[in-house]
Each structure stands twice: as C-alpha cells, then as structure tokens.
C-alpha cells in the first residue's frame, strides 16, 4: 500500500514538473517569437517612408512638366493679349579714336536701346588717320565722294526699328565715307534718323543733309554735334528734347 501511494505521489510531481517546464519554455520563447514580426513591421514602416518620399518627389519634380503641358504650350497667343511692344531705337556709331563711342553709349544707355558699332573690315590705323598727309587713307577716301569702305558685319533684322541715332566724327567737315556705307546698306523707310558728331570744333555742317540724301522715306532731324566729354545728363538732355516718343 505504501509503495502505491509514492509511486501515485511521484507521478504527481513528475507531472507537475512537466507541465511547469512547459509553461517556463512556453513564456521564454514568446519574446523571441514577437521580435521578428516587430522587426519585419519596422522595416515595413521603412519602406512606406521611403516610398511614399519617392513618389512625394517624383509628384513635385513632375509638377512644373505638367503645368508646362496644361498652359498655351503649341496654343497661338492671341494678339489683343501680346503686350505691346514699346518704340525700338537703334544706337549705330562709326568711332575711330573711341570719343563717339561714348556718347552713343549714353544714348543707348539712357534709353535702354540697342547699340550697333559701324567697325570697318581694314581698321584704320595712326598713320590712316594722319590728316596732314595727302596720302593717308582718310585723306584718300575723303577726297573721293564716291568711297565706300567695307563694314565687318551687319545690323540684325533693322526692320524693327522706328528710331535711329547716327553717330561719327566729323573728317573734313563730313562724315566719314564709311558712315555713308553704312547708311546705303539699308532701306531707311519710314524711320526716325537722329544723327549726332564729335568734333574738335566743327559742327554738323552739311554732313547730315549729306547722309540724308543717300537715304530715301525717311525722318531725318537737325543733327547735333556733341563733345566727348559731355556727361550722360547733358547727352540724354538733348536726347529729351527731340520731342520723340520713345514708348516705355
């Protein structure tokens, strides 16, 4: 009898430790089984960031793409709605020792207009420009009404200009031959032409009428000489007072 009841007592507690050890295997393990899901759903959450930054970006690259493809893109614009465009002046100007250059770069300046160089394609040099030697170029060319001297280059599209200054130094008590290459090269209808000059103390003289005589349907105003040493203010005075419109 004694016998049963250890055996029936030591079954219990084999029994009992049993179930203990289960419970023991059973709660140390769940941790380990949770962490993985956790980690999984943390790289999960990862990729959502990361891929919803992605399309954020592509979204806000594609953006201006698609406001381009939604605007007048290939739509003519109507013309009742093109701004108008203001009065187009041209600022041209033969120089050879650079002092009309830098009244033509006040005009041109003070108007905010385009400027174009009158630039010979054989540069004048000292010995050219010696006006005491008969046999200089300038004084070659000045002696013979009908010289022509070439011009490197050309004014782009001189259709859109309503206004043209014309500036040269006076050789002789004319322009420069070349000035009236300048102005031959050129259908002049329908425009404003403004000449000006530097001179050591000569004026326009007949140099302007000259010009204007090789030019047919245009506007030509009384020239004006000006010195090399006139301020901006002083040139864009005399600008002013031509009474042009010179639009905005």
Not at 184 to 189: A, H, I, L, T, V
Not at 240 to 246: A, E, I
Request: net charge negative.
């Amino acid at each position: 009898m004694m016998k049963k009841v250890i055996t029936v007592f030591i079954s219990l507690l084999m029994i009992l430790s049993l179930a203990a050890c289960g419970n023991f295997a059973s709660q140390t393990g769940q941790p380990s089984t949770e962490e993985k899901p956790m980690e999984s759903t943390a790289d999960n959450v990862g990729s959502v960031e990361s891929g919803t930054s992605v399309e954020n970006t592509e979204a806000t690259e594609k953006q201006p793409e698609e406001t381009e493809a939604s605007g007048n893109a290939g739509i003519p614009e109507d013309p009742e709605e093109q701004e108008e465009q203001g009065t187009k002046v041209l600022v041209a100007y033969f120089s050879a020792t650079n002092i009309t250059r830098g009244i033509a770069g006040h005009i041109a300046n003070g108007l905010n207009a385009d400027i174009y160089e009158i630039i010979p394609e054989e540069p004048y040099t000292d010995a050219d420009l010696n006006y005491n030697d008969n046999n200089s170029r300038t004084t070659i060319e000045m002696n013979d009404p009908d010289a022509r001297p070439a011009i490197s280059g050309s004014v782009e599209d001189m259709e859109q200009y309503d206004i043209v200054f014309i500036g040269y130094p006076i050789w002789w008590g004319e322009a420069p031959r070349i000035v009236s290459t300048f102005v031959e090269s050129y259908d002049f209808s329908g425009k404003t032409i403004v000449p000006f000059c530097t001179s050591g103390g000569s004026g326009v003289g007949s140099s302007a009428t000259n010009l204007e005589q090789l030019t047919d349907g245009a506007d030509w105003l009384p020239g004006k000489r000006l010195n090399g040493s006139d301020s901006q203010d002083t040139v864009m005075e005399w600008v002013n007072g031509l009474g042009l419109d010179f639009g905005e």
